[in-house]
């Protein structure tokens, strides 16, 4: 059957690059197929569930290149090596230039733990997007699935879930309820979503 093919860019846990291969285990992702996970760091942990569920899996570090330029053109090689369709951007906290999204125009997309434009753009990552919002002190939060294009978090979005805050929450605790009730839940539909109509045009283009 044909499917999308997707790359996964992580740094961290990669709970959502799980999120991601449950999917595809289970078929509610069944026109996308995980190909290649790009780590940012050596030792991210999403390296490993990579690993152990026979994805292909390196990690591609900014430091070890002398520009941005020629970071982002290893990534590239990589990807088109593999005729990706997708790129997930899961927890990947590296910067990427207007250069690279543009290459990739409407073909990447991430997930942001707040709902944009709560919250958002530079500066805001992982926990500090919780602190911020409990400093506010606002009453709901969420998550949200968007494409990326050269402004941080200020691609379309594409899928939006809300979250409440509960009395007592510690930035971390609000971190784990936004990723159970949104994150591992939008981020595997949406990828769904995307890879359908990728499959549809494919098959379209193959009829004319
Ligand atoms: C997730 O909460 C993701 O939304 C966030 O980092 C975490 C990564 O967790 N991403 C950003 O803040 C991007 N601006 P994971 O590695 O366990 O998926």
Same mark, same amino acid.
């Given at each position: ?5 997707? /790359? ?5 846990? $990669?709970?959502?690059?799980? *999120?991601?291969?449950?999917? =595809? ?11 290649? &996970? ?6 991210? +942990? /999403?390296?490993?569930?990579? $690993? ?6 390196? /990690? &591609? ?11 982002? !053109? ?8 593999? !005729? ?14 207007? #250069? ?23 500066? +805001? ?11 506010? $002190? ?9 494409? &990326? ?10 899928? =939006?879930? *809300?979250?409440? &805050? ?8 609000? !971190? ?14 949406? *990828?769904?979503?995307?890879? #359908? ?12």
């Amino acid at each position: 059957m044909l499917k999308a093919r997707i /790359a996964v860019l992580v740094s961290g846990g $990669g709970t959502n690059l799980q *999120a991601l291969i449950d999917a =595809q285990k289970s078929g509610s992702l069944h026109d996308g197929r995980i190909e290649l &996970v790009l780590a940012s760091k050596k030792d991210a +942990y /999403a390296l490993t569930r990579a $690993g152990e569920n026979g994805i292909e899996a390196k /990690a &591609v570090c900014r430091r070890d290149f002398e520009s941005q330029e020629a970071y982002e !053109q290893e990534m590239a090689r990589l990807i088109d090596e593999r !005729q990706i369709d997708l790129i997930i951007l899961a927890g990947f906290m590296s910067i990427l230039s207007g #250069a690279f999204t543009s290459r990739y125009q409407g073909r990447i997309i991430n997930v942001h733990p707040s709902l944009i434009p709560s919250f958002c753009g530079k500066g +805001y990552y992982g926990l500090k997007v919780h602190e911020a919002a409990l400093a506010y $002190g606002v009453k709901v939060t969420g998550a949200t699935v968007h494409y &990326v294009n050269e402004v941080t978090d200020g691609g379309r979005i594409i899928l =939006q879930k *809300a979250v409440e &805050v509960q009395e007592g929450d510690t930035p971390k605790t609000l !971190q784990r309820r936004v990723m159970e009730e949104a994150e591992w839940q939008l981020l595997p539909k949406a *990828a769904q979503m995307i890879c #359908a109509e990728i499959v549809k045009d494919r098959q379209m283009r193959r009829k004319i």
